[in-house]
DNA sequence: CGACGTGTTGAAGGAGCTCAATCTAAGTGG
DNA sequence: CCACTTAGATTGAGCTCCTTCAACACGTCG
């Protein structure tokens, strides 16, 4: 398979991309870089050469505060565009990290920029990809800001889930989320023990099971209603968006 | 003066228009609309035909949760491109409103898509400008997760008066923000309660001084050190960026 | 003058934080 | 295969920042 594939499927999701739309995106240059875990895609200051196209593990875009506390703007998952956000402008505002030993594919910010204004349809997708970013963002702040613990945790696993399924990557009831409880805090305005306990108490309730990366969700309309989580400003299209279909079986152990 | 000129001196900010562009933009159609105090720009749910540039007053963006509370995404003063954000996406994610009697020139959208595309200097700076405003929501998301009370308010004040003095509207340290306690307390993250007794004990030590809308800061640095208010994430070119200048003399009464 | 929107203040309670100890599971080296 | 290490998860206890509820003050406007 082409490294690029993953960015066609991404961008197809938000635009309507004909033969030479598809081959020129996959004739952009671009290099696959390994990243291993805990270390910097981007660093906060720097000034952006390449955006890079996650292709497989998991990433998140992160600020520090003067008084050092950290605060994890975004989780991205394989197909993610990473940094746009900060490839047309000066400077990073922020730095982008991994979560797991991930790969992506480099591609050079003027590559990026030639091949959307040469093709409308495939700027209108990058342009799509980075409001969409913006929205998801949006709901980020509402989270942090006028939501309880229970209610912010809900939402942050139910987002996952929906994306991650959106993405082939599971079911958004049974999925890998490789965080820890340090950094789902940090994501979340909150500290590690008080995720701790949420989490827990979401558990006992008998709405998620989590073992090791494994989350799994056994009331998605529950946890769904708690969290306040209406799928709209995720911006998927309708015709992506698959029935509710029956949670896999999950293998007893 | 031309309708569209505060636009025009809004993209010059991220990109060089040459005679040509400029003379396209302000040939872009558009009609300018007023708004009384408190009417929706935007509603949350509908299908965005134009986008509006906000000439004179203040607006706002905001969602409402589940539970009724609302969150204040972002505050925008004349000269933004209020809407770009839902404009290329299918209906809008958020609501915007008005703080205050306002102006706006709308645009339709496929007519702003139709020039950026036509001239990739236009097509930069409208992304850039919508980069710019995701910038900002990152910052306000670690605003609200990530800093107590005192921090958070500062941080905005700064960050008000800052984006005012670069538009023109002021200096940073005396400007008008035309906002409840209520709207700001939803801007934060914090109920009007708490939001008052922080400003008065940011009065009472002198930091600043609110009479009506007028804030005025009578220490910069002391209280963007408070806030933690670092402007890179503005990304205002350092061309633009005047050096700190003295406060005007504030008429004493 | 009375009504309403907004700002201010007090008192009590609670959601979430801090500090600190303990537990667990997955390495790692012998 | 086992002792040792370590990152992360879990639990407890006390505290505090912010919320909630409620009353009151103030200015504007009909």
Redesign the interface.
């Known amino acids: 398979m082409h490294a690029l594939e993953p960015l066609i499927q991404k961008l197809k999701r938000w635009s309507d991309l004909d033969e030479a739309d598809q081959r020129l995106v996959l004739s952009l240059p671009h290099s696959t870089r390994r990243f291993s875990r805990a270390s910097y895609v981007v660093q906060e200051?720097t000034v952006p050469s390449h955006a890079g196209v996650l292709l497989s593990g998991f990433a998140f875009?992160q600020?520090i505060?003067?008084?050092g506390?950290?605060?994890v703007?975004a989780i991205h998952i394989p197909g993610d565009i990473v940094d746009?956000?900060n490839s047309?402008?000066?400077?990073a505002?922020?730095s982008v990290q991994v979560l797991t030993d991930s790969e992506f594919a480099m591609v050079p910010i003027s590559a990026f920029?030639d091949i959307?204004?040469q093709r409308?349809a495939i700027?209108?997708a990058l342009?799509?990809e980075?409001?969409?970013?913006?929205?998801i963002?949006?709901?980020?702040?509402?989270n942090?800001?006028?939501?309880n613990a229970r209610?912010r945790t809900s939402h942050l696993l139910c987002e996952c889930g929906y994306r991650l399924e959106m993405a082939g990557l599971g079911h958004r009831t049974r999925f890998q989320l490789p965080m820890t409880q340090e950094e789902l805090a940090d994501a979340?305005?909150l500290t590690p023990v008080h995720i701790n306990r949420t989490l827990m108490s979401l558990d006992r309730e008998g709405l998620t099971t989590r073992r090791r990366n494994l989350v799994q969700i056994h009331d998605w309309d529950a946890l769904a209603?708690i969290g306040?989580f209406e799928p709209?400003?995720l911006?998927i299209?309708a015709a992506l968006q698959p029935a509710l279909t029956a949670a896999p079986v999950s293998k007893a152990r």
């Open positions: 200051g875009r600020k505060t003067a008084s506390s950290r605060q703007l746009l956000q047309f402008l000066d400077r505002d922020h920029k959307a204004f409308p700027g209108i342009w799509r980075t409001l969409v970013d913006g929205s963002q949006r709901e980020w702040t509402a942090v800001g006028r939501r209610e979340l305005g209603a306040d709209g400003y911006h299209p």
